[in-house]
């Protein structure tokens, strides 16, 4: 995959007007968008499936977890959207049962391990026994043994979690800032090269690109910090 592949911009703003100005902004440079809950919920998943009819990805966060039977119908419906990624929480039946229904469909099912903006105490607090890495680890296993298409973890876990999930499962990272960029709410970042070195497969930016006053020049500047790294492991 080349660079353009393994960029994903996070669409994180409230409006489809604003993602729509951002994306004529990009332009060709990007082929892959991320959509969470915030444009979901304005309008946000007929504008996903325009935006894959066009011709471009779409990774659709929406982190589910439900009851098995509930899991397994939204699957079979995005799956019908032409969606290229999905997340959900990685707890093992909600994953099994999003696999079942996800055969014979190209949607990349994502497991979500633990959100980048959880700390230790985080998960203390919300009443887990584990430590972020340690948890980050369990659900990589278990997404594996489910039959998950790939993983979503903090750039700092990239290494550990590839030698648990193999080569060929995708491993997307978010909490990505370029040197000196502002971290925002993320504790867990890392600069796009160091991501790639790790591990990771696919890299989600959102408002290093989103909110820059040239979007396109910072797209094309990760890009090539990107193809850098890429070029250099072949």
Request: hydrophobic share 45%.
């Amino acid at each position: 995959m080349s660079a353009r592949d393994r960029l994903i911009v996070g669409l994180d703003v409230p409006t489809i007007t604003e993602a729509e100005a951002i994306v004529a902004k990009l332009g060709d440079s990007v082929s892959f968008y991320k959509i969470g809950y915030q444009l979901a919920f304005a309008g946000g998943l007929e504008f996903a499936r325009d935006l894959a009819q066009s011709g471009k990805k779409i990774f659709l966060d929406m982190k589910l977890l439900d009851i098995d039977n509930t899991v397994a119908s939204g699957v079979e419906n995005i799956a019908k959207m032409g969606m290229s990624m999905l997340t959900l929480h990685a707890y093992p039946k909600a994953m099994r049962a999003a696999v079942e229904a996800a055969k014979g469909s190209d949607l990349c099912l994502l497991g979500v391990t633990v959100l980048t903006s959880m700390d230790e105490q985080d998960l203390v607090d919300a009443g887990y026994e584990y430590d972020p890495h340690t948890l980050v680890l369990k659900r990589a296993e278990q997404a594996r043994a489910a039959g998950m298409g790939g993983i979503v973890c903090s750039a700092e876990e990239s290494a550990a979690v590839r030698s648990i999930i193999g080569p060929d499962m995708a491993l997307v990272t978010p909490g990505i800032r370029p040197a000196g960029a502002d971290k925002g709410d993320q504790k867990r970042v890392m600069t796009p090269a160091d991501a790639l070195k790790a591990g990771s497969s696919h890299l989600v930016v959102g408002r290093p690109i989103v909110k820059a006053a040239d979007p396109k020049a910072a797209a094309l500047a990760i890009l090539a910090e990107m193809d850098a790294v890429l070029q250099a492991a072949r």
